[in-house]
């Protein structure tokens, strides 16, 4: 059993005995000094703590040769397996059919060929309402009431996209839920939307400039522009025999032969310049 009084007594002698031992252990004559983060550098390391880089000796590439090395070996792994690997897809490869009358379902993938993308995920549909199968003109009518925005008159496509969840299964399961649950919103006949108006403000139609049908060039435009090219010709050739057609040519040849010469009129030039130093300078002497 156990005395408090004897137990407190050996504690104190043990507590006594270690900060002897303790008080003569040897202590350097300059301590190091603690490092005390500052503001600035408060969640930097300690640059003592950082391990010392060896010499360079002159025996290794630098870091961006080591960087051109590695996108070297990229380019020689596609290239191997553009070689020999894509070929083999070809015996994978089938024969592309149309979608028939019973998927009227379109969806769109986005890949970015084994890049992660935040976009990679999204699901796009698409399909027009005429090809649902079992809706008569009232279930469609309402069906692109319910849709709203999502519907173009001018193509009679619904489009929506869906980028909710993490995977495009994911997201393609929900677009395919939605629309299954719009067609059956559609189906209920206890409320057809027969006095809610359509609206389709939200779509602002494209113009498409059309040729006017007034220039295309047609059997009788291009007689009319035939006969009006051989008049033109005959005036032309009557107005030559006549010798009231004007000859390009002609004139500018007339016109260099009745210009002066360049050389006398540079060298009248440059004597009346002489002349008027000569008598400028005469001025000065006097």
Same mark, same amino acid.
């Given at each position: 059993?156990?005395?408090?009084?004897?137990?407190?007594? &050996?504690?104190?002698?043990?507590?006594?005995?270690?900060?002897?031992?303790?008080?003569?252990?040897?202590? %350097?004559?300059?301590?190091?000094?603690?490092?005390?983060?500052?503001?600035?550098?408060?969640?930097?390391?300690?640059? !003592?703590?950082?391990?010392?880089?060896?010499?360079?000796?002159?025996?290794?590439?630098?870091?961006?040769?080591?960087?051109?090395?590695?996108?070297?070996?990229?380019?020689?792994?596609?290239?191997?397996?553009?070689?020999?690997?894509?070929?083999?897809?070809?015996?994978?490869?089938?024969?592309?059919?149309?979608?028939?009358?019973?998927?009227?379902?379109?969806?769109?993938?986005?890949?970015?060929?084994?890049?992660?993308?935040?976009?990679?995920? !999204?699901?796009?549909?698409?399909?027009?309402?005429?090809?649902?199968?079992?809706?008569?003109?009232?279930?469609?009518?309402?069906?692109?009431?319910?849709?709203?925005?999502?519907?173009? %008159?001018?193509?009679?496509?619904?489009?929506?996209?869906?980028?909710?969840?993490?995977?495009?299964?994911?997201?393609?399961?929900?677009?395919?839920?939605?629309?299954?649950?719009?067609?059956?919103?559609?189906?209920?006949?206890?409320?057809?939307?027969?006095?809610?108006?359509?609206?389709?403000?939200?779509?602002? %139609?494209?113009?498409?400039?059309?040729?006017?049908?007034?220039?295309?060039?047609?059997?009788?435009?291009?007689?009319? &522009?035939?006969?009006?090219?051989?008049?033109?010709?005959?005036?032309?050739?009557?107005?030559?025999?006549?010798?009231? &057609?004007?000859?390009?040519?002609?004139?500018?040849?007339?016109?260099?032969?009745?210009? %002066?010469?360049?050389?006398?009129?540079?060298?009248?030039?440059?004597?009346?310049?002489?002349?008027?130093?000569?008598?400028?300078?005469?001025?000065?002497?006097?």
């Amino acid at each position: 059993m156990k005395q408090p009084a004897v137990e407190a007594r &050996l504690n104190a002698v043990v507590a006594n005995a270690a900060y002897a031992v303790e008080s003569e252990r040897p202590r %350097p004559a300059n301590p190091p000094e603690k490092w005390v983060p500052s503001f600035v550098g408060m969640y930097e390391e300690d640059e !003592k703590e950082w391990p010392k880089d060896d010499d360079f000796m002159e025996d290794d590439m630098t870091s961006h040769g080591h960087g051109n090395l590695e996108q070297h070996r990229e380019i020689r792994e596609y290239a191997r397996i553009t070689a020999w690997e894509m070929p083999l897809l070809s015996k994978l490869s089938k024969p592309f059919a149309p979608p028939a009358a019973d998927h009227p379902l379109r969806f769109r993938y986005t890949t970015y060929m084994g890049e992660q993308h935040p976009a990679e995920k !999204k699901i796009v549909l698409e399909f027009c309402t005429r090809d649902l199968p079992d809706l008569n003109e009232t279930q469609r009518s309402k069906l692109v009431k319910l849709v709203g925005v999502r519907y173009n %008159p001018d193509s009679d496509i619904v489009k929506m996209s869906c980028e909710m969840f993490d995977t495009q299964a994911q997201n393609k399961r929900y677009l395919g839920d939605l629309v299954d649950t719009l067609v059956r919103e559609a189906k209920d006949e206890r409320d057809t939307f027969a006095d809610v108006p359509f609206d389709f403000r939200h779509h602002k %139609p494209k113009r498409q400039p059309r040729f006017p049908d007034q220039w295309l060039l047609t059997p009788e435009r291009r007689k009319y &522009l035939e006969e009006s090219r051989q008049q033109r010709l005959q005036l032309d050739e009557e107005r030559e025999r006549k010798g009231a &057609l004007v000859d390009g040519l002609r004139e500018i040849e007339r016109a260099v032969v009745r210009m %002066p010469d360049v050389s006398a009129v540079a060298q009248s030039i440059g004597s009346g310049k002489q002349k008027g130093g000569a008598k400028r300078l005469v001025k000065a002497r006097q």
